[in-house]
């Protein structure tokens, strides 16, 4: 397996099963500080290595619940305004 040492915190970045070694070209979230990488892996070696952003945090979803349903009325929708 591919060992690369985060740019930031020096840690060795942790890999997920779905990247190929052999061949990827993505970004990938350092475990340790969350921080936003570019690495570009060809034969499982690295050919570009980059940061993208220092302490990336994903933002979580937010769900609207109160989305009105498409049969209700113009009426309905002015009644519960009120």
């Known amino acids: 397996m ?20 052999d061949n990827y070209d993505g970004q ?3 475990n340790e500080c969350g921080s936003l990488l570019h690495i570009k ?8 290595y980059r940061l993208v952003k220092k302490g ?9 619940t109160a989305v009105p349903r498409p049969n209700d009325s113009e009426e309905t ?3 519960n305004a009120t």
Request: hydrophobic share 40%.
């Open 77 to 79: 929708k002015n009644e």
């Open 28 to 30: 990938l979230v350092c």
């Open 56 to 64: 990336f945090k994903i933002q979580p979803i937010q769900i609207i």
């Open 2 to 21: 591919v060992e690369i040492p985060c740019l930031v915190c020096e840690k060795p970045l942790k890999f997920p099963s779905y990247i190929n070694p």
């Open 41 to 48: 892996l060809v034969a499982s070696e690295p050919r570009k």
